[in-house]
């Protein structure tokens, strides 16, 4: 029996395993699953690895109406004025996030080694197992974790269509922790997924299908 959470678009279980179901087309049986999002503190993926998705692609714009002479006028001087701060907002904005790395830093150096361990929320680099999966989830909607017979799931959940985003193998996920050192509660949890390469990703997963996702993953 499946088992979930539908805190996605608001749905229900049942349209939410509907969907979970149609995204892995016959492929997998889905375990267990449920909404995840990255962690608050994850990096910002390289633009060269966010993914594209067809169910959470932005909709098209209406074609907006032709504008008058004074809407263009106001346009043209807004853009001028963006265009003369543009140099100090590019200094002030570098040189802000120069302290905030240097200040990052000293506190990283006074950390002990498990609190380093716990403020990490990827290890093993963008190309690696947990890599795959956390920039998999750098993309704006809806996002499932599915457990399967077979697999290790990312499913993406749009309106009225679904799509897988990322999967593996379920061989190659070692166990699954949960960060007790954060926020967990009913309402979600903060799961560390370690896979066999001695990588690691963190993900939030939303809703009371937390515990059901992380005890479906064998030797968990």
Known sequence: MVSGNSPVGLRSSEELALLVSSALRGTDIAVAFS???RGKHAKK????????SEVLAPKPKPKPQPATWYQKFAVGAVVFGAWLMAPFDFIGD???????????????????????????????????LAGGLDTSMCIHGHK??????????????????SEIGWHHPLTDVARVEV??????????????????????????????GWKALASAVPNS
Request: positive net charge.
């Open 35 to 37: 909404a995840v999002n």
């Open 94 to 128: 570098a040189l802000w996030s120069l302290v905030q790395r240097i200040f990052r830093g000293i506190r990283w150096v006074f950390r002990t080694p498990e609190r380093r361990r716990r403020r990490t929320q990827l290890k093993g680099g963008w190309k690696s």
């Open 144 to 161: 499932v974790l599915v457990v399967g017979e077979r697999r290790l799931s990312l499913v993406y959940v749009g309106v009225d269509d």
């Open 45 to 52: 993926c390289p633009r060269r690895l966010l993914p594209k």
């Open 179 to 208: 960060a007790t050192w954060r926020s967990t509660d009913d309402r979600g949890a903060t799961l560390r997924w370690h896979f066999r390469d001695g990588s690691w990703a963190d993900v939030f997963a939303k809703g009371p």
